[in-house]
């Protein structure tokens, strides 16, 4: 296990879960900014405080995002896609109202998603160089890394 995840001790148990999931802009449109990527750290880290959810790294290639995020087992996958997208959705759209010009009032994200577990294709390590090699032009930038998993 490499430094950026830690066991969550919880009262009944032990876990280490991880997860890289990633999310397209509506029609893959490139709405992906500066401006976009400010709001999009600021809101990922409201939601470290008030859910169980830890963004290991975030980055961003125009298009799309890619997280690799920590959580509980309590907290399914499904509800762990549905609580970003949402959040993150409503926020950039309240913060940034260019961005919802630019999809014709619709949605932030695309209806798919892909998501795997790190560690059934590789390490943590290995996910996050795939993720960097990734996007349109290798345009990825790395927007956070945390190094240290706060115990919930």
Request: a positive charge; one cysteine or more.
């Amino acid at each position: 296990m490499s430094q950026n995840s830690k066991y969550i001790h919880k009262s009944h148990n032990v876990t280490v879960l991880l997860y890289h999931f990633v999310s397209s802009a509506k029609y893959r449109r490139v709405v992906i900014t500066d401006s976009v990527d400010k709001v999009l750290i600021e809101v990922c880290d409201d939601i470290e405080k008030r859910y169980e959810v830890n963004f290991l790294e975030v980055g961003t290639d125009k298009d799309h995002v890619h997280f690799l995020i920590q959580s509980v087992p309590s907290y399914s996958i499904t509800k762990i896609v549905t609580m970003i997208k949402s959040i993150i959705a409503r926020e950039i759209f309240k913060r940034c109202p260019e961005v919802k010009k630019q999809l014709w009032g619709g949605e932030f994200w695309g209806k798919g998603y892909f998501v795997n577990t790190v560690g059934q294709h590789g390490t943590e390590k290995v996910i996050a160089n795939y993720v960097k090699g990734q996007g349109i032009e290798k345009d990825y930038k790395k927007l956070k890394k945390n190094n240290q998993l706060k115990l919930f």
